[in-house]
């Protein structure tokens, strides 16, 4: 995907450590300026502003302005689409575990 397209994969925008955790503090309060985000993070202001920017470009960050500050809320909705990819393999795991189950019973009978 091209570093300037504006719609972003969830997947790769969660795939960064930094970008999970700046989900997580988010996640943890309303919302939060950039510096109080920084304050987490062995990085200066420009990169964390690098994450938030991927973050949003998959629709999983929505900033807003107040005076000369922006601040950064969680919108979690696009992380359904996360939810609904494990549930799937859950249920694929779910379903060949107990068919091996059934298969142990069989042998030991």
Known sequence: MSENNQSRDVFAAIAD???????????????LPLHELTVHFDMGRTAVSKHLTILKEAGLV?????GR???FRLNASPLKEIQDW??????????????LNQLLEEENE
């Open 17 to 31: 450590p930094t970008r999970r955790r700046l989900i997580q503090l988010l996640a943890e309060a309303d919302e």
């Open 86 to 99: 494990v549930a799937f393999y859950s249920k694929f795991w779910r379903t060949n575990m107990l068919r």
């Open 69 to 71: 500050e922006t601040r």
């Open 62 to 66: 929505l900033d807003r302005k107040v």
